[in-house]
């Protein structure tokens, strides 16, 4: 490996464990609902409207990431995303409601410049051919984070440490992660200096949301990504011990077998789908599988199956909405990567922007305005998942397909001077 190539593999793995980070925060509301509940006085819809402010700031900054990791590089912008998610971290601590609400608007706009940095550098440092995998390597680390939000700090918080606590490390964690990110992030090549660059940026937003195909892979990602981002992430916990009869633990590593499921399936399906050469083949099926294991887990009896064999099925399968940003990225431009990774992280993230609220207003409504809730008030409320995974098998049938196995070969050089 040349050195070029070993500070890149670098760089992408300082960034990849930001993403960790990222999805810590991103997941930990889900495992202490009650504690936040009581601390802000509002109920449990309200808790779960709260954390969903994260996709508020997360979907908007997916396009501002995009546009300036294509401008600036990594290094400029990658740690001070970073800064902004720990201060976020650490106004959610201070128990105060608006300032809660700020600060989880901050870890979403923060949060952002995680995975577009990361794959960023993933598809400009290293072969076409390896895209699908590097991705999906690269929302491993993201699932990883997302399960240890639940697996490690629901114990914790069931152990006793404060809450507010474990934001306050969490914040400072950030801050210092920033601090890493900064020094050891490899300074950018240098550009020609544009004047217009704003320009220049909004031109190349134009271009990939111009391009059917990016739009279609920002709903298809969309619906694949909204169980885990809702359901699982934010009722997941509360689905396990109100409808099915679990305890609170058994609740949690329950629910957090579904990011340990992406864990193996964002890498193994990218890696299949390179291999393949094909996104399509890989996509459909994993969703048909993500569309089977939701049938099940909202209609079908319990224990049937071995503990954790539906979320982590569920997990690996619905690893498949990572492949989107692999075509989206074949589908435009090579110098617009980034805001290819922006445009379909901002369509992605809108649906769960919009929809987080949504899910929970149906849930309280079926549930006659609050109070305890059934299975079947889940199943009312949570039955719309299994209409957008269908969709989404639909939509991917109208892609083109973008990987190696159709692209044609590069023209011949016919050398004349010989």
């Known amino acids: 490996m040349n050195r070029a190539a070993k500070t890149a593999t670098v760089a992408w793995l300082i960034t990849a464990v930001y993403y960790f980070y990222q999805y810590t ?70 128990g105060n409601g608006t300032a809660a609400s700020v600060g989880r608007l901050l870890q979403g706009a923060g949060g952002v410049f995680a995975l577009v940095g990361a794959a960023y550098i993933a598809t400009t440092n290293f072969p076409a051919s390896r895209a699908a995998t590097l991705i999906g390597a690269t929302q491993m680390f993201g699932m990883a984070g997302g399960s240890a939000g639940q697996f490690v700090v629901g114990p914790i918080i069931a152990a006793g440490l404060p809450w507010s606590r474990f934001w306050i490390v969490m914040g400072v964690a950030g801050l210092m992660i920033s601090a890493l990110l900064f020094f050891l992030l490899p300074e950018p090549a240098k550009r020609d200096r544009d004047d217009d660059w704003m320009k220049a940026a909004a031109s190349g937003l134009g271009t990939v949301f111009r391009n059917p195909q990016s739009i279609l892979c920002g709903m298809i990602a969309g619906l694949l990504f909204i169980p885990t981002t809702i359901f699982d992430m934010i009722w997941g916990v509360r689905y396990l011990q109100e409808a099915r ?133 889940y199943q009312t409320a949570f039955q719309p998942l299994l209409y957008g995974v269908g969709l989404a098998i639909l939509l991917t049938l109208l892609l083109k397909e973008t990987g190696q196995a159709v692209r044609p070969p590069a023209p011949a050089v016919v050398d004349y001077t010989s």
């Open 245 to 377: 009869g679990l305890e609170y633990a058994t609740a949690v590593l329950r629910s957090a077998s579904v990011p340990f499921g992406w864990i193996i399936g964002c890498p193994l399906l990218g890696f299949i789908s390179d291999r393949l050469g094909r996104r399509k083949p890989v996509i459909v099926v994993s969703a048909a599988a993500l569309f089977a294991c939701l049938l099940w887990i909202l209609y079908g009896p319990a224990d049937v199956f071995p503990p954790y064999v539906l979320g982590v099925t569920a997990g690996v399968a619905s690893g498949s909405a990572m492949l989107p940003y692999t075509i989206i990225k074949e589908a435009n431009p090579p110098h617009l990567s980034g805001s290819a990774t922006g445009v379909v992280n901002f369509l992605n993230f809108t649906f769960s922007a919009l929809l987080g609220p949504v899910f929970g207003w149906i849930l309280t409504a079926a549930a006659g305005g609050g109070g305890t809730m059934t299975l079947t008030h």
């Open 25 to 94: 925060l991103r997941s930990a509301p889900a495992v202490m609902m009650p504690q936040l509940s009581d601390a802000f006085g509002v109920t449990a819809a309200g808790v779960a409207s709260m954390a969903g402010l994260f996709y508020y700031g997360y979907s908007p900054f997916s396009l501002v990431a995009g546009v300036t990791m294509d401008r600036l590089g990594p290094r400029r912008v990658v740690p001070l995303g970073a800064a902004v998610m720990g201060l976020g971290a650490l106004l959610f601590a201070s």
